[in-house]
């Protein structure tokens, strides 16, 4: 008895022609023990629980008949599915056409095969035989972060889960959300983990989503709670969206035996997906604004009023931005959490005449770089920066700041009208 084992024919063929030798070698892509990469996310139509029950003349030859007709089977599905009418085509032309057999379970006799196969057949020659767009309109891309809640502790990408490896399994072929899964590694687990889905900072969130090349965060949750060691298992899974972790649906599975939580995991995988689905239909899996840059619109309003800080260089400001409109300066700052990073970037951004300020290199722990766009010379800033309680070193277009340990907290800045602050 097998459960979800994905294989990518070698051409069935070739396949039986091995078979005849006896020597049948199958590629099977996905590895267990790995549970690192995403089961398929080639975007290809899959029909799911074909079932079939045939004879042959040795196992591998029952094997390879039942394949075949999986095939035939799970095409008429499709077909019907997307308005082709169900016509058969030949197996030559549907071997063209699978790249993949997943074995939902099977049982092999000495001449028979009995199993439930899932067939995925490639989106772009199944679509243009069928007359149906290869790609359909989906999500913007979806940072997932599966977070596991069991014994009292809460895990995302920290260890290896089961939860994360029912996400990694599940194929997003059908669905119109744009799953981005990361793999673990790397930096995963410093970054997505249950603190990070709790904080509700924008710019810290755009660092991370940028990371990954994401606009948005879903955050899909089950809570296991066992009855007894090898016992039943209730899941509670709620599905999560935003930065501020919104609940989009909430539901509870039951399994009498302990062993049979991936089937647990799997299925709250296809229900939540579902939910995300219908999310997204209704409009409720809308964007956040504050997750994306957005360019400030030039505008003639003067950079300094009568109440801002009066500084050297701003003296006929109009003449000053029209000569270096636009200076683009490399900010480099200590950041030793993420809590500093907003903080620097809202303090620079507070300074007139600062148009953005963008953190381009993240070093938690360490020194970042900001990117920033100021209306004036970068003297000018070199002068605010000091003014408002900050050291800064260098010149020109590169400064590096740091927080005056000096200065007292809250302190009123200097200005013309008050010298001494």
Known sequence: MSNHRFFRPLGLAVVLGMAATGGLVIAQVDNPSQGVASADGSGSYEVSGVAVDVTGKSADQARYAGWRLAQRKGWQILSRRLGGGGA????GTLDSMVSGIVVENEQIGPNRYVAKLGVLFSRARAGSILGVAAEATRSQPMLTIPIEISGGAAVGFEQKTAWQEAWLRYRT????IDYIRPTGTGTDPLLLNLGQTERRGRGWWRVVLDQYGATDVL???VL????????????????????DNRLIAQFTLRVDNGDALPVLLD???????DAYQSALRNGALMGDSGLSYVAPVATPTPLATPTDLALPGLDGAAGAVGATAGTVITVQADTPSAASVTATESALQGVPGVRS???TSLALGGVSVLRVQFDADP????AALEARGWTVVGSGTTLRIRR???ATPGAPAASADNPAG
């Open 379 to 382: 003297a000018v800033l070199h």
């Open 224 to 243: 296991l709670r066992r009855e007894w060691p090898g016992g039943p298992i209730v899941g509670t899974f709620e599905a999560r969206h935003g930065p």
């Open 267 to 273: 299925a709250g995988v296809k229900r939540i997906d």
């Open 404 to 406: 005056n340990a000096t």
């Open 357 to 359: 300020a963008i953190t």
């Open 88 to 91: 058969l085509l030949s197996d």
């Open 173 to 176: 072929g059908n669905s119109l």
């Open 219 to 221: 955050i899909p949750t």
